[in-house]
């Protein structure tokens, strides 16, 4: 189907850790449905749960728009948070803010970043101190 | 290995979809962060961790991880135990650390 196209909205609730991935869960089962290949599902879930979770963790939520094409997914995360001084910085490996209540749910390993970089095939971050963050993902499938 | 072997390596007890337990597990992983659990995909893998919250569950499913094994006697609540059956996703815990975990079914053949 060449002209199959979704468009889903997600709003992300902010420092809640029972609702953080209920979104990639629910996109997760979108292409599943559709028929995508697991492993390209795999990448996809794991580049909006870390976006997902950043929006929870350092934005106090924001939101998810989906776009999903027979051949590709696009994702947009949008949030008014304290937004990002130092992206280059952001991006390394290891690098997180996390406060320690945070790292004791297990996240702030400062790989959530560098995760979504690898998994997607395009990554964009656009960040503003005090104005918020963009991150617009794409994965292609097959 | 099936994942009922698995649990009789450690000493564990199967806490939710023990209708599961013979499915097949080749492969391991040991954090308590998720981000470093993302970062890896395994094939039919099993995640270890000393964590207990909703996000075990929600990482393993963006991963299909199919089983959790949690260490150190710790129990997980009604929340995380109802996630993991509606996702079918089989919970094994163990009175063992991590390391002792990792140790023994690293022996018994599972995959780093
Ligand atoms: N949406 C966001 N708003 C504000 N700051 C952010 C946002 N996303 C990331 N950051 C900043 O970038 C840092 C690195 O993000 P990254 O996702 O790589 O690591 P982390 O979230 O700290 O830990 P992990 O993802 O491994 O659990 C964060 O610690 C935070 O300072
Ligand atoms: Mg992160």
Known sequence: MANQFIHQEYLVAGNNFNSAGSASEAVKSTLKKMGVASSDIRRVAIAMYEGEINMVIHAGGGIALVDIYYDKINILLNDKGKGIADLEKAMQPGYSTAPEEVQRLGFGAGMGLPNMKKYADVFDIQSEVGVGTTVKMTIYFG | ?112
């Not at chain 2, 995909?41 to 569950?57: A, H, R, S, Y």
């Not at chain 2, 299909?64 to 993991?84: F, M, N, Y």
């Open chain 2, 1 to 112: 290995m099936k994942i009922s072997e698995l649990s009789a390596y450690i000493d564990g007890t199967i806490v939710c979809n023990a209708d599961k337990a013979d499915k097949e597990v080749y492969s391991a992983f040991s954090s308590d962060m998720m981000s470093d659990v993302l970062a890896f995909v395994l094939d039919q893998g099993v995640l270890i961790t000393g964590l207990i919250n909703p996000q075990i569950v929600r990482t393993a499913l963006m991963m299909d991880i199919e089983c959790i094994v949690v260490v150190r006697g710790k129990t997980p609540d009604a929340a995380i135990i109802s996630l993991a059956e509606a996702n079918g996703i089989v919970i094994v815990t163990t009175k063992k650390n991590m390391f002792e975990t990792s140790g023994r079914l690293y022996s018994a053949g599972l995959k780093a």
